[in-house]
């Protein structure tokens, strides 16, 4: 193969280094010269023998090959996704029916303060005091709607037709004193500043103080006088 042109003058080397293939392509030429007067053809460049060496270096270079039926693998660990279970549902408390409340208070009866003493049955003083259980103790109260001590007191025996003095003072003064041992369900207990009834044993029954109710209670007076009316 040829290659024709107009060139004055060639004398060069070239060389082409592939360093990824290994490929070394390296060219020759011996210097040449051409006159002017010549018909501008140039000698015959001989490629066979240019690319004899790169044929080499392709010739011994390894060769790298894979079946056609070669496959690619990657182990991959599995994973297995759980479902973390529902938090539980609070169980909603069933509200007590208005009818159930009132069951359950019928079903369970008040405690009394204190036992009702048996010296109330066939008393006529202790039996109108009984009914006033549970009435609350109002300062300078002298109706069922509430009662201080001597109110209470001046209002049962107002009951049986007997008009007593409005203070505990006045109630010891219009009585007889006598002694415990002498005294019977009805008289009545006298401490300073305070009036109840003696419901026989070691029982009384009275408006004690503001906050609280009339009950059935022990005597608790450490030196209690005793009174009769009548």
């Known amino acids: 193969m040829a290659a024709t042109g107009q060139i004055g003058t060639v004398g060069r080397r070239t060389a082409v280094v592939a360093a990824s293939s290994g490929l070394v392509v390296s060219m020759l030429s011996s210097p040449a010269s051409a006159t002017a007067g010549d018909a501008g053809s140039l000698p015959a460049v001989d490629t066979a023998a240019l690319t004899a060496s790169a044929r080499a ?14 496959t690619w693998t990657v182990d991959i660990p599995a994973v297995t996704a759980e ?10 408390a069933k509200a007590a029916s208005r009818s159930a409340a009132r069951a359950a ?18 008393n006529a003083v202790l039996e109108i005091a009984a009914k006033y259980v549970g009435t609350p103790y109002v300062s300078g ?12 007191v001046g209002y049962v025996y107002a009951q049986l037709g007997v008009s007593l003095p409005r203070t505990s003072g006045g109630i010891k003064a219009a009585g007889t004193i006598i002694s415990r041992a002498d005294a019977r369900p009805g008289d009545i207990i006298w401490s300073p500043g305070h009036v ?4 026989g044993g070691d029982s009384q029954i009275d408006s004690p103080r503001p906050g609280k109710t009339i009950q059935f209670r022990a005597i608790w007076q450490s030196a209690p006088v005793f009174i009769r009316i009548g």
Request: charged content about 10%; aromatic content about 6%; glycine content about 6%.
């Open 196 to 199: 109840a009834l003696y419901a």
């Open 141 to 152: 109260g002298t109706t069922p709607a509430g009662f201080d001590c001597s109110g209470f």
């Open 57 to 70: 270096v392709l010739d011994s270079a390894p060769v790298v090959t894979s079946p056609a039926d070669a």
């Open 83 to 92: 479902t973390p279970p529902p938090p539980p549902t609070p169980a909603k």
């Open 105 to 122: 208070a019928v079903a369970k009866p008040a405690v009394a303060a204190f036992a009702v003493p048996q010296a109330v049955a066939g």
